[in-house]
């Protein structure tokens, strides 16, 4: 007998989705925002705690373990957040969700095991491994705030975004001022997704409406997951590649600087996918009604919005970023302030791609993020190649420019035809 929580049994009526309500879609809007904002304030604020604490070359080990594990999880994971909120009928049973992501997650700690040797061992064995425990515990709440997402309780997911954000700061200052230890970043953020896991988010999703069965197989979830999965290991490489390129011709110091700076332009990046979720599932679902001149006012709504925050991070970065930056991180970090404004173009140009992917991804288009994705890294690494051995901190900030434009001129006209044929 199936549980009362299962509300697609087999033979029960499929839902048909929710009609599409300004109101609510700002308020969903509005949670996604305030949880994402804590998030990213709180991990800015980890980079923070250790280029104030410590030498350069501590934030360069750390960003640099996470440039090796951030690719591996971000591919298993498959963008299955994604495929749950836009999940509507649904097509998939939640038990096919949880299984693919648990195989997922152990894929994932043995292949940033294997890149970890790989690499020489650049940085600590404990780091890497605090590392890998955090971003296992980040993807097991990922899916978790999918189904959370899917019953658009966004409520239920700027908490456990507060909470995490909240936790890993605290414990990371504790960390950095009373233990003095290096680790400080990576061991409060294991801590941190592990605790809110265990006492907010799977609680939370046990109670939210599950569904023991959908109309369509395993292979077909991996056939939707696998291209998107390719797709976010492409966009998770752009952020790994320049950091891979700059340690051995410049240092770890060059790595600790480079990513100080794109934490601006890439938080920008980070909101317009947090803000573009709720927008996201009342597409896919406006998809599923066929209500295209709803669908296309949606879509021209995320795009002004993308663009809005794209020129607010250029802005700032003209106007006052090498004060900022003095004050945020130290001198050490400052005196770069050509940099930090082609970092916000690419990231302005990476804000607008990452809509353009939302809109693909409501309207089922998948392999052609793959094809996109693959095409702008391939641009990314052969402009790295070339510039960052003589030009350091702006070539690798040239090179993001270049392929961030890439990704979107290509996309450009999928998304005009997701447009045209909702």
């Not at 507060?162 to 009373?178: D, F, K, Q, S």
């Not at 950091?243 to 410049?250: D, E, I, M, N, V």
Request: with cysteine; charged share 10%.
């Amino acid at each position: 007998m199936l549980s009362p929580n299962f509300a697609h049994a087999a033979g029960a009526a499929v839902p048909m989705p929710r009609p599409v309500e300004a109101r609510g879609l700002v308020g969903l809007a509005a949670w996604s925002l305030l949880g994402n904002a804590v998030y990213i304030v709180a991990q800015w604020g980890m980079l923070i705690i250790l280029a104030r604490c410590f030498p350069r070359d501590v934030l360069g080990s750390f960003a640099y373990a996470l440039a090796i594990a951030n690719p591996l999880f971000t591919f298993t994971n498959l963008q299955l957040r994604t495929l749950v909120a836009a999940d509507p009928l649904p097509r998939h049973g939640d038990s096919q969700y949880l299984g693919v992501r648990g195989a997922g997650l152990l894929l994932a700690c043995a292949l940033s095991v294997i890149a970890w040797l790989a690499a020489g061992g650049v940085v600590t064995a404990a780091l890497m491994g605090l590392v890998i425990a955090a971003k296992a515990g980040e993807s097991a709440c990922d899916l978790c705030l999918g189904f959370m997402q899917r019953a658009e309780r966004n409520d239920m997911i700027a908490m456990s975004l507060i909470l995490r954000g909240a936790g890993m700061t605290g414990l990371c200052l504790y960390l950095a001022l009373v233990a003095a230890t290096p680790l400080a970043a990576a061991a409060a953020m294991a801590v941190a997704n592990a605790g809110v896991l265990i006492v907010h988010d799977l609680p939370r999703s046990l109670n939210l409406p599950r569904y023991a069965a959908g109309t369509d197989s395993l292979g077909r979830l991996l056939r939707a997951g696998l291209p998107m999965g390719l797709t976010l290991l492409a966009s998770s490489l752009a952020l790994s590649v320049p950091r891979f390129l700059l340690k051995p011709q410049h240092g770890l110091e060059a790595v600790a600087v480079f990513s100080a700076l794109a934490y601006l332009p890439m938080a920008g990046s980070i909101a317009v996918a947090s803000i573009g979720a709720p927008f996201g599932a009342r597409l896919a679902a406006l998809h599923v009604a066929g209500d295209a001149v709803a669908f296309r006012s949606l879509a021209r709504r995320l795009g002004m919005l993308t663009l809005g925050l794209g020129a607010l991070g250029l802005l700032l970065a003209v106007v006052c970023g090498e004060p900022l930056v003095r004050l945020i991180y130290g001198a050490g970090y400052a005196g770069h302030q050509t940099v930090l404004i082609v970092l916000c173009l690419a990231g302005a140009a990476a804000m607008l791609s990452s809509a353009q992917g939302i809109i693909m991804t409501a309207a089922r288009i998948h392999g052609a993020q793959l094809i996109t994705g693959v095409t702008a890294l391939a641009v990314l690494i052969l402009a790295c190649w070339w510039l960052v051995p003589n030009h350091g901190l702006l070539g690798a900030a040239v090179a993001c420019l270049l392929s961030a434009t890439a990704m979107t001129a290509l996309r450009w006209p999928y998304t005009r035809a997701a447009v045209g044929r909702a």
